[in-house]
Each structure stands twice: as C-alpha cells, then as structure tokens.
C-alpha cells in the first residue's frame, strides 16, 4: 500500500540548480530513514544523501557542499535541493524511505525514479 511519488526532475545548465521532492502515502506507521540514490547510464546506483528521523544526515563526497537533504515529518515529504550542478550529476533519481507500514514491519521502499540532465 505505500507509494513514494517523486517530482522535479528535469533539464538544468551546469551550474543551475533543481528542487527534488518525494511524499510518502499508503499504510505508514511511521518513517525512519528517507533518501536519495542515483544511478547514471552504466554506472550502479549510488547513494546521494540520506536522512533520518532524528535529521541526521550523511552525504556522497561528490555532493557535499552543494546538494541539501530535508524532510518535512507532518508531510512524509522528503527534499533535495541541488546547487552548482554537474554534467557528471546526470542521473535517474530515486527516492527511498526506510518505515514502517500497517504491520509493523520494517521495509525500504522506493520510488519511480526521475530523470535529472545537466547539459548545455
């Protein structure tokens, strides 16, 4: 029953910046962890940046110091500010969410995906 839904993707010139957001829906008790992961053409998917309930947070070195990971609990949102972006950031964008549904168990979850391109 649950869903991540993912928007904001799309295309950026290098050194712009994108917004990427995901709500989690469905049967939740309640949410642990919340991230990003990316996979670029022929490359294996990788974490980008990742949350937790408590707001830690934990960053690709590829990424720091230019992408922000938030989440807003009321809203099962999670977010993903990318600043100053790359040509080497070009990727499928995947939401993940580490919670737990109507039965207590917990399971990790994934969204559609979606497609960020940093071209000129």
């Known amino acids: 029953q649950v869903q991540l839904v993912e928007s904001g993707g799309g295309l950026v010139q290098p050194g712009g910046s994108l917004r990427l957001s995901c709500a989690a829906s469905?049967?939740?008790?309640?949410?642990?962890?919340m991230g990003w992961y990316r996979q670029a053409p022929g490359k294996e998917r990788e974490l980008v940046a990742a949350?937790?309930?408590?707001?830690?947070?934990n960053y690709a070195d590829s990424v720091k110091g230019r992408f922000t990971i938030s989440r807003d609990n009321a809203k099962k949102m999670v977010y993903l500010e990318m600043n100053s972006l790359k040509s080497e950031d070009t990727a499928v964008y995947y939401c993940?969410?580490?919670?737990?549904?109507?039965?207590?168990?917990?399971?990790?979850?994934w969204g559609q995906g979606t497609q960020v391109t940093v071209s000129s």
């Open positions: 993940n969410a580490d919670l737990r549904g109507g039965d207590f168990k917990l399971r990790g979850y």
């Open positions: 469905g049967s939740i008790f309640s949410i642990n962890a």
């Open positions: 949350i937790t309930s408590g707001g830690s947070t």
